[in-house]
């Protein structure tokens, strides 16, 4: 039987559509495209012949595709936060200014090392010690807490959060070169201090493997208690103008009633026990432990150098910095605007006028 189409070709029905050996046409055997000839054998599976077939199944990918997506943008990331880093750190190099802002507090550390000539209360150990042990602590929470906020309060007043937002990944790679900025800056003016204070004014290093050991876990857990304080404190921050003058003055409070200069059992109890809620007191405390002898512990409230609460103490201000700089962080990005940018900019210009 045949019928006929609506472009007027006639087509087979029923018995016609079928061939001489029983195979049946292209239509009802092989779908589309397919020329009639015996049924095609779908292929084995590769695992053996006992194993089910699922060709027809969709696949899933392995855990191997999973890894390897999910780790490939975080090394993207990664690579690209330490070359960030690396070109900030050349241009810090070849930055005369900021230079020399890190060198100057080595030169008053000196100074006031050089300056102080009499012995630690109870103890044979020179004062020169102490101020080059505290002040060696001041220098990484001040790199941590104080220059930190700066960095990142004038970089939001120029816009590089707002571009970041539009480049893939561009936060995280941020976070990691000011992350390798600031250690390297803070190690940097560690050695640099330690080094020049040994040579010039007889100042203190580690005695033997423990004595370094205890500077290299103290230095790291320090810069864990501050540099997330301080990327939450830039966040929040107005601008680099009051920036400065709002983390200053606390700072400075911090290296008085902290013990950083001179013993901390001279202060009143009640000072005392405010210091040690804060991180400093505990970096200052920590590093004398690793750069003076042990003849130096009676100087401590104390009696001993309580490493197990410099440790748990520091530890404790890095986990509440991370979770506050996290959220203050994302919260700063997303508030940013090109609108918000302009009025800064124009503010920024009429204060300038006004004050010229």
């Known amino acids: 039987m045949r019928r006929t189409n609506v ?34 054998t779908p292929p084995s599976h590769p ?13 899933r990918p392995g855990l191997l595709s ?3 997506r999910a780790n490939g943008p975080n090394r993207r990331y990664w690579r690209a936060g330490f070359q960030r880093g690396r070109i900030e750190l050349g241009h810090l190099v070849h930055n005369p200014k900021e230079m020399s802002g890190h060198l100057i507090n080595v ?4 100074a006031l090392g050089g300056f102080v000539s009499r012995t630690v209360p109870g103890t044979q150990v020179p004062m020169t010690h102490l101020t080059i042990a505290g002040f060696a602590a001041y220098l990484l929470f001040q790199v941590g807490l104080l220059n930190l906020p700066q960095i990142l309060v004038t970089e939001r007043e120029e816009g590089a959060l707002l571009r970041l937002r539009a480049t893939p ?13 600031v250690v390297v800056v803070a190690l940097g003016t560690l050695a640099v201090l330690l080094g020049s204070a040994a040579l010039l004014v007889d100042g203190p290093l580690p005695h033997g493997p423990g004595g370094w ?17 301080g990327a939450a404190i830039g966040a929040v921050l107005p601008n680099p103008r009051e920036a400065l003058a709002l983390i200053m003055l606390p700072s400075m409070a911090l290296l008085i009633t902290s013990g950083a200069v ?5 202060l009143p109890v009640v000072v005392q026990k405010v210091a040690t809620v804060f991180p400093l007191k505990w970096m200052a405390q920590g590093l004398r432990s690793a750069l003076l002898p042990d003849a130096a512990r009676a100087a401590e409230p104390a009696g001993s150098w309580e490493l197990p609460t410099v440790a748990l103490v520091l530890t404790a201000w890095a986990v509440i910095g991370f979770l506050l700089a996290v959220p203050l962080l994302r919260r700063a ?4 605007s090109g609108s918000r940018l302009t009025e800064r900019h124009r503010k920024a210009e009429q204060n300038g006028a006004g004050a010229a």
């Open 262 to 266: 001179f013993p901390i059992t001279s």
């Open 213 to 229: 050991l205890t500077l290299l876990w103290v230095t790291a857990l320090g810069l864990l208690a501050v540099v997330p304080l």
């Open 7 to 40: 472009t007027g070709e006639a087509t087979a029905t029923g018995d016609e559509a079928r061939t001489a050996d029983g195979t049946g046409t292209a239509g009802e055997t092989g779908g589309p495209g397919r020329t009639s000839g015996p049924p095609i």
């Open 333 to 336: 990005t997303r508030r940013e």
């Open 169 to 181: 990944g561009g936060i995280p790679a941020y976070l990691v070169a000011k992350s390798v900025l």
């Open 107 to 110: 030169v008053v550390a000196l």
């Open 66 to 68: 999973h890894l390897n």
């Open 47 to 59: 695992d053996g012949p006992d194993r089910p077939d699922r060709s027809g199944e969709p696949q």
